[in-house]
Structure formats: structure tokens, C-alpha cells
T-cell receptor, first 110, second 113 residues
Framework: GDSVTQMEGPVTLSEEAFLTINCTYT??????LFWYVQYPGEGLQLLLK?????DKGSNKGFEATYRKETTSFHLEKGSVQVSDSAVYFC?????????FGKGTRLHILP | EAQVTQNPRYLITVTGKKLTVTCSQN?????MSWYRQDPGLGLRQIYY???????DKGDVPEGYKVSRKEKRNFPLILESPSPNQTSLYFC????????????FGSGTRLTVV
């Protein structure tokens, strides 16, 4: 079945560092891809999405490009802030359902 | 403010005592869903509803019931809670379905002793 694999955390970076969180997927069709973020004590929030190959989703300085050839949707940010500390979930849409990865915890040190 | 509201935020209960977690959205969304989040297992879908009076099982429906009598409300019912239902629960809604992206509630942390 369809699935999402993302790098295990926690990932710890210093403020202003470059961030990459890897995400790869397995799907039989052409799913839409998402990144969600969960701040401490809160529900998940949609961060960005892409609906077809080569689309780039972006929001709040984060970007991810839908790469069909490598079945990947890696999340990047050029300069992280302490306020970016959270858990990040990669997800895909499959048959009217969302399949989530297990999440990557990100710690940003001041 | 557009939001999904869950109540209660925290609940401790005893095995076998029926409980209901309420969920309400004010965005006129068609699609609503319940998830549970457990360490190491991520988010797993319990039930979903594509419209009023239409509900379907997700991946882990055992021990749970739902109803969708009005578009805005989607309560989660545990008829006889057990300790393995101790978890963090999230309600989510979407305008037309998950492909449009979810709006999540703030979560309900349930402990069954």
C-alpha cells in the first residue's frame, strides 16, 4: 500500500542553520503531498502542499519540491529560528485518506 | 476565527465508563475525521465522515463510535474505554476532503486507568 518514510529525529540545529528533512513516498497513483507542523501542545497545521510533479510548495520560509523521479518531497529552510522547533510530518493523499509519516522532531538552539 | 474545537482537552477516566469527546467546526466543511497519535506509531485514522449521516471506518476503528447528525459536529464515543485507548486524539476537518488539507483541533489527551 501507499506509504511515507521520513527521517527519524530528533534533529538539532543552531539558529540560522540550513534545514533539510527528508521524505520519500511510495504510491501507486499520483498523490498530492503535504508537510504539516505540530507545535508543542497544539494540533497539526498544514505548512505547505504540492499537487503534481515539479510543483514547489512554500510557506513561512519553508519549501518542498514534488520530485516524481526520486519519489521525494524534502522539506528545506534556509535559516531556521528557535520558533521553528516543532514536529514535522510528511503526508500524502491516497484514495480520500491522508497517510502521515511518523514525524521528525526539530530542536533549534539559540 | 475559523477553527476546530475539541472538548475536553484533558480527561482521565476509568475502564468501562462511557465517554464522549466532542468536535465542532465553524468552517462549513464537508469532511471530518478522528485520529489518534501514539509515540512510535504516528497518527492513525479512527473514523471519517464525508458528509452528514455518512461515516466510514479508518484504520483503527475498534472500540470507537462516531455520528454525524449535523455538518458542524462529529463526536467520538468510547462505549467501554480500555487502557489501550489511552492516547492523544485529534479531530480534523477539510472543505471537500483530505486533498484540500486538514484543519486540526488542539487535541484531547485521554488517560484510561
Amino acid at each position: 500500500g501507499d506509504s511515507v518514510t521520513q527521517m527519524e529525529g530528533p534533529v538539532t540545529l543552531s539558529e540560522e542553520a540550513f534545514l533539510t528533512i527528508n521524505c520519500t513516498y511510495t504510491a501507486t497513483g499520483y498523490p498530492s503531498l503535504f508537510w504539516y507542523v505540530q507545535y508543542p501542545g497544539e494540533g497539526l497545521q498544514l505548512l505547505l502542499k504540492a499537487t503534481k510533479a515539479d510543483d514547489k510548495g512554500s510557506n513561512k520560509g519553508f519549501e518542498a519540491t514534488y520530485r516524481k523521479e526520486t519519489t521525494s518531497f524534502h522539506l528545506e529552510k534556509g535559516s531556521v529560528q528557535v520558533s521553528d522547533s516543532a514536529v514535522y510530518f510528511c503526508a500524502l493523499n491516497s484514495d480520500d485518506k491522508i497517510i502521515f509519516g511518523k514525524g521528525t522532531r526539530l530542536h533549534i538552539l539559540p | 476565527e475559523a477553527q476546530v474545537t475539541q472538548n475536553p482537552r484533558y480527561l482521565i477516566t476509568v475502564t468501562g465508563k462511557k465517554l464522549t469527546v466532542t468536535c465542532s467546526q465553524n468552517m462549513n466543511h464537508e469532511y471530518m475525521s478522528w485520529y489518534r497519535q501514539d509515540p512510535g506509531l504516528g497518527l492513525r485514522q479512527i473514523y471519517y465522515s464525508m458528509n452528514v449521516e455518512v461515516t466510514d471506518k479508518g484504520d483503527v476503528p475498534e472500540g470507537y463510535k462516531v455520528s454525524r447528525k449535523e455538518k458542524r459536529n462529529f463526536p467520538l464515543i468510547l462505549e467501554s474505554p480500555s487502557p489501550n485507548q489511552t492516547s492523544l486524539y485529534f479531530c480534523a476537518s477539510s472543505r471537500v476532503g483530505p486533498i484540500a488539507g486538514y484543519t486540526f483541533g488542539s487535541g484531547t489527551r485521554l488517560t484510561v486507568v
